[in-house]
């Protein structure tokens, strides 16, 4: 479906026009000559604009100009019943699409001719988000069942166009949440489009968002559509959505009640249909009372929640994630594969993440930058142990018995209780492991 601007003055030619697409799904919009059809585009943007050559006051030509000033990225095609060869160059040479005589043959050459135009708007704001969002992401889960309540609420939410707020510490994965429900819609066939709001500055980030016009401020030498307008038809994820200031609080929830707003430093109003995903590892409920966060912007995110445990809570999930890591961080290093001793699998297990999967990732980045061989030992495994602990962890364990219980428990846990495998990355026989559990009081 597109946004479709009809500019003739010919009355029967846009009834014509808005007859034969109005079906296809498309909003026609019309105009009785180019300086209305001006008006419409300063009041919303279009997808594509049919205009006639000769039309009083503005001609095609003229109109043709301001929509490749303006709105560079809306596609346009000129009819005409005064074909000439001098006409059709200096059309397409202004970046017409096409070029049409009339009278027209028919609907079916119209919407043919349409369709294309469509497809090539869409694929040039497909190649836009590919090179804006190219990395491959990780699985969401592996094995643990602490996933399990996440995954089948993804599964039912999916299905729904309801608003989703996905709460968890930093590095829980849930932008892969967030990509998953997206590729598990009924929108997944169309653009996915993340920004997070604690990466940039609140002027950047407005920019980001919303997009500018040429002039807009100190450095816009061009016009700029933003991700939100990138999105259209297809999900957005709004990451650490607790970091917005107020301003951008507000701008945010006129989007989400009335799905449309302006570029910085423009004026013309710009309607999009999107599903809507934020995150935040903030305590959103304390922020709104302490007059940080706007309680009617919260109602409109957390239509339906989702908690993403954390690392330490699905430890089974350790090594399966381990290894995904290691593979991309050694394709990223242009290096070859690596694989971890079983040492160094134990003492991942051991550790608890409190930074969760980017300390993982960090570990294991170190780990691929530093190994001489093949194999990642123990010693690879560079862990900050003096870091802070993320909230809600536990306080490290003091003795060595302590340690030695909880390093089995979880490495049971990682594999499912099976004690053979167990063993194996513990580095000890299967009788001494199970000498320990009888000693520690571990019920396997």
């Not at 135009?117 to 643990?144: K, T």
């Amino acid at each position: 479906m597109a946004r479709i601007l009809v500019a003739d003055d010919e009355p029967g030619i846009r009834e014509f026009i808005a007859d034969a697409l109005g079906p296809e799904g498309h909003t026609v919009v019309q105009a009785a000559n180019g300086e209305e059809a001006v008006t419409r585009l300063a009041e919303q943007a279009f997808d594509l604009v049919l205009t006639d050559l000769r039309m009083p006051r503005l001609d095609g030509l003229g109109l043709l100009r301001r929509v490749r000033a303006e709105q560079p990225e809306t596609e346009v095609i000129v009819l005409t019943a005064h074909a000439s060869v001098a006409s059709a160059v200096e059309a397409m040479r202004l970046g017409a699409f096409d070029y049409l005589q009339k009278p027209l043959s028919g609907p079916d050459e119209l919407r043919l001719l349409v369709g294309r135009a469509i497809e090539r708007r869409h694929l040039r704001d497909l190649r836009v988000r590919v090179e804006r969002d190219a990395e491959e992401p990780l699985a969401l889960a592996y094995e643990d069942p602490a996933m399990a309540p996440v995954l089948e609420a993804i599964d039912k939410v999916a299905r729904t166009p309801a608003t989703v707020l996905l709460l968890g510490e930093s590095g829980t994965g849930k932008e892969l949440a967030a990509r998953a429900i997206h590729a598990r819609g009924e929108r997944r066939a169309h653009p996915f489009m993340a920004v997070n709001c604690a990466a940039l500055a609140e002027t950047l980030l407005e920019s980001e968002l919303f997009g500018h016009e040429k002039g807009a401020f100190t450095g816009a030498t061009e016009r700029r559509r933003g991700r939100v307008e990138l999105s259209d038809g297809g999900s957005f994820f709004l990451d650490e959505v607790g970091e917005l200031k107020p301003d951008l609080q507000a701008k945010l929830l006129r989007v989400l009640e009335e799905r449309r707003f302006e570029r910085v430093g423009g004026t013309r109003t710009i309607e999009v249909d999107v599903r809507w995903i934020a995150a935040t590892n903030r305590d959103l409920a304390a922020m709104q009372a302490e007059g940080r966060f706007r309680p009617d912007l919260y109602h409109r995110l957390a239509v339906f929640p989702i908690r993403l445990p954390p690392l330490r809570e699905r430890p089974r999930d350790i090594l399966p994630m381990a290894r995904s890591l290691l593979a991309r961080a050694c394709r990223e290093l242009k290096r070859a594969p690596l694989r971890l001793a079983p040492e160094a699998e134990r003492k991942l297990v051991a550790w608890r993440w409190p930074g969760n999967a980017r300390e993982l990732a960090n570990a294991l980045e170190r780990a691929a930058i530093l190994a001489e061989g093949d194999v990642i030992s123990a010693d690879g495994i560079l862990i900050e142990a003096g870091g802070a602990a993320a909230p809600g962890a536990p306080p490290p364990l003091a003795t060595l018995a302590a340690l030695e219980r909880d390093a089995i428990i979880r490495t049971l846990e990682a594999v499912g209780g099976n004690r053979r495998q167990a063993a194996e990355i513990l580095g000890i026989g299967e009788r001494t492991l199970y000498d320990k559990l009888k000693r520690l009081g571990i019920d396997a």
